[in-house]
């Protein structure tokens, strides 16, 4: 047994699937899959432009700490080479009183030398022990320089057993160098390690920190490179001797800026999804208002309102254009710039002037019967001329009545000159049995000047573009006297389209031009009410910003 809600519930989905939201959100939904592929493509290339950027900026970031590494160190040992090189200078008697006090005044002089040692030929002092100086270590040195100078480390001060020191020996002079302060070298979240190298003889030592774990033919003062996974930059103190190097692996700079790529990922993604859900929302809301335009062809859900034509000099509207609107049930009105558009990629447009010519005759026939020199347009286009069924609804909806050919005349719209050619003899035809022919938009269709002649226009529609100039100086404007000249000489009128204020009135009129079309008059307006303004039958409702009263000639 059906359950008592299933009426109901189809009902609902019934509702549902018309409904052009939710079918394209349904559509949505069926393109998940494809949703979360582009999503995580462009996640992955934003997570790698990330990568690459963070790369960039973390190179830069750990070259900038190696050289502030080695800015302490730096004055260390210039003033150990300054040392020397006073200690080299020196020409007094080795040992003397004279010779100790130049010792001492370099010792004291120093924040980091502790002790200054003479040994040459057995002869032995200090700048701290003086001639009672005990002797140098006796093991080999722990590193020697590509200059020749000889390290040892952890060395006993002689006036203080148990601090160490680092003793550098050059030639017969040796400095006992208080160690680095580990404290005064910074190198922010980056392992440190600081090494001596001997190029020459290939060797080694490392003095702070880890095994850096790398050969020292990298070891190039101010290079940064990866190396298995590793970041590395090396800053060297002068010479090469001493090289200071800074390490983290791509691990830990990821995690450093987990937070920016996650931020980045999400945003992404996000932006990602809306920008394909919008597409596919604007194609299936595309797709779904063919359809529904298709199906309101089919059913012949289009009306009519109608446009006064007003000639100027009198106030009297002469004529209408007939302009064709769609309203879905929901009431709202579609825009002829939407599903015009949509007919002509449809091959619908054929079925839009069939419905115009039957709304038309079903609205305005007997109006048109009683106003005989009343008349109303109708817009065409050239495929229409060559087109049966636009023939039998001419015959059936306006012959066959007995509505008179003057009464219904024909704007042909020529967006490009396809069938114009062939439609030109149907076109004569229809301008001897007593329809006007109506050139519409004009200066703006498509060799509208070539066709004015051979068509046997009768009137011209001047684009609201043009109308719109009036008053502004433009080039556009200069034309618009060019325009009526040429109308004039032709023997063709001229119908102003777009007409909003008293200025374009006045303009046009002062021009000879009289029959005028636009808001200043009155908007397009549903049959019932043209014909109650028309004959005085029923009030004409307030319109913005027109509130002519209409009438007849």
């Known amino acids: 047994m059906l359950p008592k809600n299933f009426l109901q519930d189809g009902s609902a989905a019934s509702r549902r699937d018309s409904d052009p939201e939710a079918k394209a959100l349904g559509q949505l939904i069926a393109k998940r899959k494809m949703i979360v592929l582009w999503s995580t493509l462009s996640v992955m290339i934003t997570l790698a432009g990330g990568a690459a950027v963070i790369n960039v900026a973390e190179q830069e970031k750990i070259r900038s700490a190696a050289a502030a590494v080695i800015a302490k160190p730096l004055e260390r040992v210039t003033e150990i080479n ?53 002797a140098l270590p006796s093991q080999n040195p722990d590193f020697a ?32 160098i208080a160690p680095e302060d580990p404290g005064a070298v910074s190198s922010g979240h980056y392992a440190l390690s600081v090494v001596l190298l001997n190029r020459n003889h290939r060797t080694m030592l490392i003095i702070r920190g880890a095994d850096p774990g790398i050969d020292r033919s990298p070891l190039v003062s101010g290079s940064t490179y990866w190396l298995r996974g590793d970041l590395i930059s090396v800053a060297c103190l002068t010479g090469q001797t001493t ?15 987990a937070i920016l790529l996650l931020v980045a990922g999400i945003l992404a993604c996000a932006c990602t999804v809306a920008g394909i859900a919008l597409c596919l929302a604007r194609k299936f809301r595309s797709r779904t208002i063919d359809a529904m335009f298709r199906e309101a062809v089919r059913h012949e859900e289009l009306s009519m309102h ?15 254009e007939a302009l064709m609107r769609w309203t879905l049930r ?12 949509i007919a002509e990629e449809n091959d619908l447009i054929g079925n839009l002037t069939c419905l115009a010519l039957q709304r038309v005759s079903e609205d305005l026939g007997s109006f048109l019967l009683r106003h005989a020199d009343f008349k109303v347009s109708v817009n065409v286009v050239p495929a229409d001329m060559v087109d049966s069924r636009f023939h039998l609804a001419l015959r059936r909806n306006f012959e066959e009545r007995g509505i008179a050919p003057a009464q219904l005349s024909f704007e042909l719209t020529e967006r490009t000159s396809a069938k114009l050619e062939s439609a030109m003899a149907v076109l004569l035809d229809l301008g001897r ?19 004015l002649s051979d068509l046997k226009v009768d009137k011209i529609k001047l684009d609201k573009k043009f109308t719109d100039t009036v008053g502004t100086g433009t080039l556009r404007e200069r034309i ?12 063709v009128q001229i119908i102003v389209e777009g007409v909003e204020n008293a200025e374009q009135v006045n303009y046009f009129r002062s021009h000879g031009v009289h029959l005028m079309q636009g808001w200043f008059y009155a908007p397009a ?15 004409t409702p307030e319109r913005e910003p027109s509130t002519r009263q209409l009438s007849l000639a």
């Open 525 to 539: 307006l549903p049959a019932a009410e043209l014909i109650g303004a028309l004959e005085g039958t029923a009030a």
């Open 243 to 257: 090289c200071y190097i800074l390490k983290t692996n791509w691990g830990a700079v990821l995690l450093a800026n």
């Open 330 to 341: 929901s009431g709202k009105v579609i825009s002829p710039a939407i599903f015009i558009p």
């Open 145 to 176: 320089t590509e200059g020749g100078r000889q390290i040892w480390r952890n060395v006993d001060l002689s006036l203080a057993p148990g601090v160490k020191s680092t003793l550098v020996k050059e030639g017969r002079y040796g400095l006992l």
């Open 480 to 491: 618009v006297p060019s325009v009526i000249d040429l109308a004039r000489e032709l023997g």
């Open 82 to 134: 300054l040392a020397f090189q006073e200690l080299q200078a020196l020409e007094v008697q080795p040992c003397t009183m004279q010779h100790l006090e130049a010792l001492r005044s370099i010792a004291f002089r120093s924040a980091i030398i502790r002790d200054v040692i003479y040994r040459d030929q057995g002869v032995l002092c200090s700048a701290n022990l003086g001639t009672a100086a005990s």
């Open 433 to 451: 049995r007593g329809h006007e022919i109506y050139i519409d938009d004009f200066g703006t269709g498509y060799a509208n000047l070539s066709y």
């Open 306 to 320: 109608y446009q006064p034509v007003v000639d100027n000099r009198t106030g009297a509207v002469v004529s209408a």
